[in-house]
């Protein structure tokens, strides 16, 4: 069955470090997004990608990075950590075109920047 | 102002209650609206989506959208401890935005 998942589940990291956070999916969906759930805010889109070579920022994009190499891929760095990037992250995948409807969700990772 | 609002509750009713969850939008270039749900420490899934503004029912749940008063609805029917879970409005036009979730418990 087709799938989308995210590594690692957990992830414990001092600030000041670069951290990158993998989403796999084999929808073979040409979109894909990263997002952060806190609470209060729900989800935030951080950076998202209709294509192979684009990216495109979101709502909350400041240090954060995203490259698209593949279809099935779309790793987020976190260039520099701050403790406010504290957070649970989810990858999703959809498979229409500009317009998403139903996106896939991953498991989450949650991650802790001490 | 954010483009879309919900009530983040928290919500309790007891078992075999009708739910009404809300969301208000302020972005009229949204065309899909969706509902999703995500159980403790799970992603979201899709529970329903809608195009126009009306209803749309599927089983125990019915999502109802306004458009001109930018106002999108989910009713849950006869509801059960096993539908305690988070519901999350997610609206889509360019991207997708979500709502902040309202958070359910159903009390046998």
């Known amino acids: 069955d087709a799938e989308i998942t995210q590594s690692p589940r957990h992830k414990i990291t001092e600030t000041g470090r670069q951290v990158t956070l993998a989403c796999h999916q084999t929808w073979n969906h040409n979109n894909m997004f990263w997002y952060r759930q806190d609470l209060g805010h729900g989800l935030r889109l951080i950076h998202y990608?209709?294509?192979?070579?684009?990216?495109n920022k979101g709502e909350v994009s400041d240090g954060y990075s995203v490259s698209r190499s593949n279809t099935e891929d779309l790793p987020l760095t976190l260039e520099s950590a701050a403790s406010s990037q504290t957070s649970v992250y989810f990858c999703a995948s959809s498979e229409r075109g500009q317009l998403s409807t139903e996106a896939f969700f991953g498991q989450g990772t949650r991650l802790t920047v001490v | 102002q954010k483009e879309v609002e919900q009530d983040p509750g928290p919500l309790s009713v007891p078992e075999g209650a009708i739910v009404s969850l809300n969301c208000t939008y302020s972005?009229?270039?949204?065309?899909?609206f969706m509902w999703y749900r995500q159980y403790s420490r799970k992603g979201p899934e899709l529970l329903m989506y809608t195009y126009s503004s009306g209803n749309k029912e599927d089983g125990r749940f019915t999502a109802q959208v306004d458009k001109s008063s930018k106002y999108i609805s989910l009713f849950i029917r006869d509801s059960q401890p096993s539908d305690s879970a988070t519901y999350l409005c997610?609206?889509?036009?360019?991207?997708?935005?979500f709502g902040a979730g309202t958070r359910l418990t159903v009390k046998p």
């Open positions: 990608s209709y294509g192979v070579q684009d990216t």
């Open positions: 997610a609206m889509s036009g360019n991207d997708m935005r």
């Open positions: 972005n009229s270039a949204f065309q899909y």
